[in-house]
């Protein structure tokens, strides 16, 4: 069954640098999402990308955060000059189509667990 | 701002237990409610998008039903195995923006012990 990758696993950076999270959707979706979890609270929404550009933000996804779809396979996230409060498992994830009323679920990856120290 | 509440927060039963949890969601502007099952160190994996109200949708011994007039969903396992230990999350697509990307609940920790 097709999956959602992503890479690495873990990540230790320190408070202030920049760090790149990277996932391979599945082929023939269009829709693409990263989702975080900080420890204790309910997966939150950052950003969704279609046609090669942002289509909706949450709040948390300001200025530190970017999105980029290098290469037609690869979809990563960059957080620059990261906090403490970053600290969190990060998710990417694709769909065929929009959610919702179409009756689409999202395929997810396993995530990415960043650590600010 | 959309709110989806699940609970109880955690749950532990004895192996061969039934057992159901709820999620409950706005009632106004429905679409769809997607659950997932997510065990640990593995990616969320999609069970259910239910879309009518009075659905009741069924994979091996989950289910799940509907209804959207009062707005919960309520899963249910029949003969609960070790396996199906993970945290059981319910999604609500927000239509304030355009793709109703989804607003999750805060999950259901399903512990089976043999």
Same mark, same amino acid.
């Given at each position: 069954e097709p999956e959602v990758t992503q890479t690495p696993s873990h990540q230790v950076t320190q408070m202030g640098q920049e760090v790149i999270l990277r996932c391979v959707p599945i082929s023939n979706h269009l829709y693409f999402y990263w989702y975080r979890q900080i420890l204790g609270q309910k997966v939150e929404f950052l950003v969704s990308f279609y046609n090669n550009e942002i289509s909706e933000k949450s709040e948390i996804f300001d200025d530190q955060f970017s999105v980029e779809r290098p290469d037609g396979s690869n979809f990563t996230l960059k957080i620059r000059s990261t906090k403490l409060e970053d600290s969190a498992m990060y998710f990417c994830a694709s769909s065929e189509a929009q959610t919702g009323a179409l009756g689409y679920g999202y395929t997810f990856g396993s995530g990415t667990r960043l650590t600010v120290v | 701002i959309l709110n989806v509440e699940q609970s109880p927060q955690s749950l532990h039963v004895q192996e061969g237990d039934s057992t159901n949890?709820?999620?409950?969601? =706005?009632?106004s502007n429905f679409y769809a409610l997607h659950w997932y099952r997510w065990e640990t160190a593995k990616s969320p994996e999609a069970l259910f998008v239910m879309t009518l109200n009075g659905d009741e949708k069924k994979k091996g011994r989950i289910s799940a039903t509907l209804n959207t007039k009062e707005g +919960?969903?309520?899963? +249910?396992?029949?003969?609960?195995? =070790?396996?199906?230990? @993970?945290?059981?999350?319910? @999604?609500? =697509?927000?239509y304030g923006g355009s793709q109703g990307n989804l607003i999750f609940g805060k999950g259901t920790k399903l512990s089976v012990k043999p």
């Amino acid at each position: 069954e097709p999956e959602v990758t992503q890479t690495p696993s873990h990540q230790v950076t320190q408070m202030g640098q920049e760090v790149i999270l990277r996932c391979v959707p599945i082929s023939n979706h269009l829709y693409f999402y990263w989702y975080r979890q900080i420890l204790g609270q309910k997966v939150e929404f950052l950003v969704s990308f279609y046609n090669n550009e942002i289509s909706e933000k949450s709040e948390i996804f300001d200025d530190q955060f970017s999105v980029e779809r290098p290469d037609g396979s690869n979809f990563t996230l960059k957080i620059r000059s990261t906090k403490l409060e970053d600290s969190a498992m990060y998710f990417c994830a694709s769909s065929e189509a929009q959610t919702g009323a179409l009756g689409y679920g999202y395929t997810f990856g396993s995530g990415t667990r960043l650590t600010v120290v | 701002i959309l709110n989806v509440e699940q609970s109880p927060q955690s749950l532990h039963v004895q192996e061969g237990d039934s057992t159901n949890f709820t999620c409950s969601f =706005p009632s106004s502007n429905f679409y769809a409610l997607h659950w997932y099952r997510w065990e640990t160190a593995k990616s969320p994996e999609a069970l259910f998008v239910m879309t009518l109200n009075g659905d009741e949708k069924k994979k091996g011994r989950i289910s799940a039903t509907l209804n959207t007039k009062e707005g +919960y969903s309520y899963l +249910y396992i029949k003969g609960s195995q =070790p396996e199906d230990s @993970a945290t059981y999350l319910c @999604a609500f =697509p927000d239509y304030g923006g355009s793709q109703g990307n989804l607003i999750f609940g805060k999950g259901t920790k399903l512990s089976v012990k043999p």
